[in-house]
């Protein structure tokens, strides 16, 4: 017998006979869109030509034309290229499916790990309306892209999940792995060691010296090792040619370029140029790039100084220790819906894509758990920081539900250039900081039991 007195097992039986049926038409819809998204992949194509190349003898990875020319050239480190060898063996139309369905359940695993970790399941459907409104756009874009950039957004939440669940070594994997396929994700290792978390990390870099050497099997040591010198020297030390040819950067660094200088998008080799200029000034690019490294620094340190400030250290050590968190980090406490750590890491994901030096449109998939961890508290909570954060949220769903729709192909690049999705993160920012804070304050305003009550020592002079 049920517990609830108003459960309806009639109701119940009903919704779980619908339950199947609603899987299979979802699984059914899923499949068919597959042959859509596949036609018309833009980034897959390019790592299917690398990976024919190897297959068929080449070692030149980062030649021209190793893939499928300058602009779109191969990027990853050699273990990508290696680890996904029985997908270069496969017909080009099945090996772009298989990417497709792996996609689809790097998607699926995102959303049940935020789900699990910003206690979303507490809260009602509106949760993830809000959350397909302000971040179903990337995820459809990224599909149809078919960028490696997923399973790198993917495996960084495995890695925050099973740090905080005491699982070092599943952590430990999965952030290297991240941080081998699109390296950005490094940025998240000083929130980690602020947190503590020092056999992670030393798992972690283990964990990337022996898989970065596993392609010497192949390779080779030797060359292997010049390989990845020529992956540093060409995808990291030396960008310009792929920040003037790829996607709008939208991190700070492209915001502060289009904006303060004169970009000249006739230097595009792939004649995609027309873009309109929207700077407000001419200085030089490295006028620019020094500010951004300066700002990017303070916002960097800002971030680790309010999540340092407002963890659960000293007048916040309320909860039990187990292991590498405690108690009132993990799980909802004082009367606040999400954990602590939730929106720290949201707050990380934030800073990470405004500070690194190259945002493309696609990058901010990564949102998604911001978006549900702020979501979650806006409505769960009804201070002013969750007011606060209501209103940021539903301008953010009005900006990505109705912009994208606006017709024009001109009006769509002046958005892009303008920066939309720049300044949609940096309120997700502000909203997350304000939040952080405002767990604190709460934590640490006294209880009116505490208030009215009189000191022992003062009772008597």
């Not at 890695?159 to 950005?184: R, V």
Request: proline share 6%; net charge positive.
């Amino acid at each position: 017998m049920s517990d609830d007195p108003q459960a309806n097992p009639v109701q119940d039986s009903t919704s779980g006979r619908r339950r199947p049926l609603l899987f299979l038409l979802a699984l059914i819809a899923i499949s068919i869109l597959g042959f859509v998204f596949i036609r018309n992949l833009i980034d897959f194509p390019v790592y299917y030509a690398a990976g024919r190349s190897l297959i068929g003898g080449r070692s030149d990875l980062y030649s021209p034309d190793f893939a499928s020319g300058r602009v779109m050239d191969y990027r990853y480190p050699p273990f990508f290229l290696f680890a996904l060898t029985p997908l270069w063996l496969m017909p080009y139309a099945v090996a772009a499916y298989v990417w497709y369905l792996l996609e689809i359940i790097q998607i699926l695993g995102c959303v049940a790990i935020v789900r699990r970790e910003a206690s979303a399941h507490r809260l009602d459907w509106k949760v993830w309306l809000i959350t397909t409104l302000c971040v179903g756009q990337y995820y459809v874009m990224i599909v149809h892209y078919g960028n490696a950039h997923l399973m790198a957004v993917f495996l960084s939440y495995a890695a925050f999940y099973f740090a905080f669940a005491k699982k070092n070594l599943p952590a430990a994997l999965a952030m290297s792995l991240a941080i081998t396929i699109k390296l950005t994700p490094i940025l998240f290792l000083p929130y980690f060691a602020l947190k503590g978390k020092r056999r992670f990390l030393l798992r972690v870099a283990a964990l990337l010296i022996a898989i970065n050497l596993t392609p010497a099997a192949y390779f080779g040591f030797r060359q292997n090792a010049q390989l990845l010198k020529t992956w540093y020297s060409h995808v990291v030390a030396d960008q310009e040619f792929h920040e003037t040819n790829g996607p709008i950067n939208l991190s700070l660094k492209g915001q502060l370029r289009r904006y303060l200088t004169s970009v000249d998008y006739s230097q595009r080799v792939d004649g995609d140029v027309e873009y309109p200029a929207v700077n407000l000034a001419s200085l030089s690019t490295q006028q620019t790039d020094a500010a951004w490294i300066i700002i990017s620094a303070l916002v960097f340190a800002s971030a680790l100084g309010v999540i340092w400030k407002t963890s659960t250290r000293g007048p916040n050590k309320a909860g039990v220790r187990t292991g590498m968190t405690t108690v009132t980090e993990r799980e909802p406490s004082d009367g606040w819906p999400v954990p602590r750590a939730a929106l720290e890491f949201g707050l990380m994901i934030c800073v990470g894509l405004l500070v690194e030096p190259l945002t493309s449109k696609i990058y901010f998939i990564a949102l998604l758990w911001p978006v549900v961890v702020l979501s979650s508290f806006s409505l769960g909570s009804g201070t002013p920081a969750a007011r606060f954060a209501y209103r940021a949220i539903l301008v953010i769903s009005a900006i990505n539900s109705v912009l994208p729709l606006l017709p024009g192909r001109q009006l769509q690049r002046l958005l892009l250039v303008l920066g939309v999705d720049f300044y949609v993160n940096c309120l997700l920012l502000a909203a997350l900081g304000y939040a952080l804070i405002a767990t604190r304050r709460r934590v640490e305003r006294p209880s009116p039991e505490r208030r009215t009550q009189v000191p022992s020592a003062a009772k008597t002079p």
